[in-house]
């Protein structure tokens, strides 16, 4: 995908720094990573407007790598995997973190919110963004996952419009 011109990677189970820098390895090029060079592809411009040198720099300046973290293991390693030199962005996996957890569903239980309090501290620490999903189309969830500092936030179409639908039909039957 890369090659076609693809600007990032969401690699997932991403569960400790190892399984981060084999992701980094894998998207970026030397220096950064393993990727295998090829500079006369379609996202290098079939090689015909800069020398591989400088596409290479390019692509390694400008291909977001976004480590999924989906697993209680990946979270607890959260300031080893957001230490790693070429993970950009953090994403959290929650449903199956919780699931992993053995909290299926229940993203306030104690334990959930003290583990994923000291992850996003570690992230924050990095200077890295944090990117979490949400089903439902929740504006205090919302503001609460900002302010633990979720700095992207993937909302569902699915969530909001059965969300939207639910209030609709609520409202009708009064």
């Given at each position: 995908?890369?090659?076609?011109?693809?600007?990032?990677?969401i690699?997932?189970?991403?569960?400790?720094a190892?399984a981060?820098?084999?992701l980094?390895?894998?998207?970026?090029?030397?220096?950064?990573g393993?990727?295998?060079?090829?500079?006369?592809?379609?996202?290098?411009?079939?090689?015909?407007?800069?020398?591989?040198?400088?596409?290479?720099?390019?692509a390694?300046?400008d291909?977001?790598?976004?480590?999924?973290?989906?697993?209680?293991?990946?979270?607890?390693?959260?300031?080893?995997?957001?230490?790693?030199?070429?993970?950009?962005?953090?994403?959290?996996?929650?449903?199956?973190?919780?699931?992993?957890?053995?909290?299926?569903?229940?993203?306030?239980?104690?334990?959930?919110?003290?583990?994923?309090?000291?992850a996003?501290?570690?992230?924050?620490?990095?200077?890295k963004?944090?990117?979490?999903?949400?089903?439902?189309?929740?504006?205090?969830?919302?503001?609460?996952?900002i302010?633990?500092?979720v700095?992207?936030?993937?909302?569902?179409?699915?969530?909001?419009l059965?969300?939207?639908?639910?209030r609709?039909?609520?409202?009708?039957?009064?």
């Amino acid at each position: 995908y890369l090659e076609t011109g693809a600007r990032g990677i969401i690699g997932p189970h991403v569960d400790d720094a190892a399984a981060a820098r084999a992701l980094v390895d894998a998207v970026k090029y030397s220096p950064m990573g393993k990727r295998g060079a090829s500079s006369q592809s379609r996202a290098a411009r079939f090689g015909l407007t800069q020398t591989p040198e400088q596409y290479y720099r390019q692509a390694n300046d400008d291909t977001l790598v976004i480590a999924l973290v989906e697993s209680e293991q990946g979270i607890r390693d959260m300031a080893a995997i957001s230490a790693t030199e070429g993970v950009d962005v953090i994403s959290i996996g929650m449903s199956d973190v919780l699931l992993d957890m053995g909290h299926a569903g229940d993203r306030n239980h104690p334990e959930v919110r003290k583990l994923l309090t000291e992850a996003y501290a570690h992230v924050a620490a990095t200077g890295k963004g944090i990117a979490a999903g949400m089903k439902d189309a929740d504006a205090g969830q919302a503001r609460k996952m900002i302010a633990e500092g979720v700095k992207l936030l993937c909302l569902s179409d699915v969530g909001m419009l059965e969300a939207v639908s639910r209030r609709f039909l609520a409202d009708m039957k009064q």
